[in-house]
């Protein structure tokens, strides 16, 4: 009852719904440019939420990633360009909709299908993350240790690429987070008597740079030519009526069972969410010779499955304080610049803000409806500027936002070279996921693994002794073997070919 009490107010509080309002404006906006993925769109306002309450932070962060998810649907539809990785799937029938005069329909089947599958996925979040974050409390030095390793483990292995390239990207980030005092002694690392330096790199430097900056780099040196949409073939958003939604009713529930399942999983995230229920939507179709063709489920299925990723995701960040997607890894970053740490002990010390926070999500699905079904036009006029004046303007809004948390030049150039080193990744084809996660949970892992040594002087044996622990580990060697062996099997079929 008192959970309920603390979304209510969320609810009817108008700074809250300021909040969510603003966030799924700039998320669906965010979502529609080609490029800005809902992390980068997370990232660039991450250093504005500073000065906010911790609720109203959240729930903007939140809402950005909502509304980006649908936002990346419009130019999947009207240009073949998935304006995120999870709308990808959508392009299929989508575009082929709107080719055949259908455009409209199209873009109100993603915008009802995704409203449908938050909503869906939002209560899954208040049901599941209770229950395992009750579980967390049984957790001690070594399980948190080992749970820090199977993260990364579970990253690193279903990342895009090569799985020892995710190794060495999570690697890096463990190393950069060792920079500044030491969590135990007090001592300071790898500071080079810089002391800017003294309190580590923050992640919200690197996230910027490797996201933000480094997708700006990319983007200029592909020099791409702009898909723009004529003005004259744009349809205006159609609606579905309760009769067709009903007859697509196969198509959605698939949507909410794929991303219910996927949501959680570290590392599945929207894009496999999307594809998978695309494929199980075709094949239990009773018109599987529609797909590819404009079928109406082949757009539905997957945008109702990433829309449900956006709440089933935060499942296992809320639970464990392990983020599985670049998108909740920034929300974990939110949670720590205002002194909270996601986990078991949040629902003791800070419930008004964790359940304030599924209240705002709540808010933020029904803004998206209410949002998408006027922003088409100015979505459209967003995607058609020129790309340098987009670039240039997404390069200042990262630099007044850096600038604004210290007032310091320091910072600008930490995230230069974060975005130097994000942007070597991309053309390594290394992760960025792995390095960002293993910043964020460097403290965690670090602090755990000495701490258990200081308990047992030294005995490494602690981390098998400890059921928990041992299953964690065992689970984290499993992912490793796997993957491993996938990418044996990988390399003898490319070396066959």
């Known amino acids: 009852m008192d959970g309920f009490i603390h979304a209510l107010s969320a609810v009817t509080s108008w700074q809250i719904l300021l909040a969510a309002g ?4 700039w998320g669906i906006l965010g979502g529609a440019l080609p490029g800005i993925s809902p992390s980068i769109a997370m990232a660039l306002l991450l250093p504005f939420t500073y000065d906010m309450s911790p609720l109203m932070a959240l729930v903007m962060l939140g809402s950005v990633y909502i509304g980006a998810e649908y936002g990346g649907s419009i130019p999947a539809i009207l240009i073949r360009t998935p304006g995120t990785n999870a709308a990808a799937a959508t392009v299929i029938d989508g575009y082929v909709m709107h080719q055949q005069g259908r455009g ?52 690193a292995s279903v990342s895009e690429g090569s799985m020892v390239k995710g190794l060495i990207a999570g690697v890096l980030g463990l190393m950069l987070a060792t920079v500044g005092t030491d969590p135990l002694s007090g001592v300071t690392r790898f500071t080079f008597g810089e002391p800017e330096l003294l309190e580590g790199v923050h992640f919200i430097l690197v996230m910027l740079g490797v996201f933000a900056v480094a997708e700006l780099m990319s983007k200029l040196a592909d ?25 697509l009713r196969r198509a959605q529930a698939i949507g909410c069972a794929v991303g219910a399942l996927e949501g959680p999983v570290p590392g599945a ?27 109406e489920e082949g757009v ?11 709440a089933t995701a935060l499942v296992p960040t809320l639970s464990f304080g392990i983020p599985g997607s670049n998108s909740t890894a920034i929300l974990l970053g939110g949670f720590l610049i205002h002194g909270l740490q996601p986990g078991p002990l949040l629902f003791s010390t800070n419930p ?71 942007y070597v990744l991309r053309v390594l084809k290394f992760p960025a996921l792995p390095l960002i996660l293993g910043l964020v949970l460097g403290y965690m892992i670090e ?15 602690v981390f098998f002794q400890n059921g928990v622990s041992a299953f964690l580990m065992g689970c984290a060697i499993v ?12 390399f003898r079929r490319e070396a066959t070919a």
């Open 104 to 155: 409209g329909e199209a873009l109100g089947l993603s915008l009802t299908g995704g409203t449908i599958g938050g909503l869906f996925g939002l209560i899954l979040l208040a049901t599941l993350t209770k229950p395992l974050s009750d579980l967390a409390l049984m957790f001690t030095p070594p399980a948190y240790f080992a749970l820090g390793l199977l993260g990364l483990s579970i990253i």
């Open 22 to 25: 603003g966030g799924v404006l």
């Open 223 to 247: 020099n791409e030519p702009d898909d723009l949409v004529k003005p004259d073939t744009v349809s205006k958003l159609v609606l579905p009526s309760l009769s067709k939604l009903w007859s």
């Open 447 to 461: 602090s755990n693994y000495r701490r258990s040594l200081l308990l047992t002087q030294g005995d490494h044996a």
């Open 300 to 310: 539905i299925a997957p945008e109702t499955a990433n829309n449900v990723v956006t």
């Open 269 to 295: 995230g929207g894009t496999v969410a999307s594809f998978l229920s695309y494929n199980e939507a075709r094949r239990w179709s009773k018109t599987p010779e529609q797909f590819g063709k404009g079928s």
């Open 479 to 490: 992912v490793l073997v796997l993957g491993a062996y996938t990418e044996f099997r990988r």
């Open 352 to 422: 008004d803000i964790l359940y304030g926070l599924f209240g705002g999500l709540f808010v933020a699905n029904i803004m998206m409806f209410l949002i998408g079904i006027v922003i088409l036009g100015p979505a459209i006029w967003l995607v058609n500027r020129p790309r340098p004046y987009l670039n240039a303007s997404i390069l200042a809004l990262v630099f007044s936002g850096i600038y604004s948390i210290n007032n310091s030049i320091f910072d600008l150039w930490v995230v230069l070279a974060a975005g130097a080193i994000g």
